[in-house]
């Protein structure tokens, strides 16, 4: 990803220095109107370990955050000069140790993000380093989700989906072409407004 707020890049560069992960959280509008638009942290995000890809001649950095695990925002620590929240850790369901590293599922989708690493990976040594931390099937999903999905809410009902099976299947169904156009926006569409039902059903109940 492409970072230029300065306060992001001092974040980014402190984690590098002292070995330390980030958080990372989509972010949702607040605000009446335009001319006062805030954004708010969603409350489940991805936690990961930062690495410096490129710094641009703008002062912008190219960064890629390889995930460690998915945890929950409680409350804000420190507000300067940069976000620090306290986090709960989110593990996955116990039903998600039982998926093994193999399979035609498995292999497409792990074909499609090394089709997707090739393209946005350019450095040799920095494209290796990424393939060795690809260890197990929760990082091959998460990065996938990560990366190539585009659409912002589908990015966090896979994040929220704390069973890896379903998550697989979300994918599968989702991938459904070639890279780089592999994203099916209808079924995008059906999934999100499943979620929604699904959604207002523990609501009302």
């Known amino acids: 990803m492409i970072v230029v707020e300065p306060s992001y890049i001092k974040m980014i560069n402190d984690c590098i ?6 958080v ?15 954004y708010a942290p969603q409350a489940v995000a991805t936690m990961g370990k930062p ?19 998915r945890v929950e925002l409680i409350g804000v620590e420190q507000n300067l000069p940069y976000l620090i929240y306290n986090v709960c850790p989110l593990p996955d369901t116990r039903d998600s140790q039982l998926t093994q590293f193999k399979g035609p599922q498995i292999q497409r989708l792990r074909d499609l993000l090394d089709s997707w690493i090739d393209d946005s990976i350019q450095d040799s040594l920095e494209r290796e380093a990424f393939l060795e931390s690809i260890n197990s099937i929760h990082h091959l999903i998460d990065y996938i989700s990560m990366y190539l999905i585009t659409d912002r809410s589908m990015k966090q009902i896979l994040l929220e989906n704390r069973s890896l099976h379903d998550r697989i299947g979300q994918l599968t169904s989702l991938l459904r072409g070639a890279y780089p156009n592999c994203e099916d926006s209808l079924v995008a569409i059906a999934m999100k407004d499943y979620e929604n039902v699904e ?3 523990k609501i009302v109940h």
Do not use: F, R, W, Y
């Not at 220095?17 to 980030?22: G, K, T």
């Not at 990372?24 to 805030?38: C, F, K, V």
């Not at 710094?55 to 960064?63: A, R, T």
């Open 24 to 38: 990372i959280s989509m972010a949702e509008p607040i605000g009446l109107n335009n001319d006062d638009q805030h």
């Open 51 to 69: 690495t410096l890809l490129e710094e641009m001649e703008d002062g912008s950095i190219k960064v890629l955050i390889s995930g460690e695990l």
């Open 199 to 201: 959604l207002s059903s």
């Open 17 to 22: 220095e002292n070995d330390q992960s980030l």
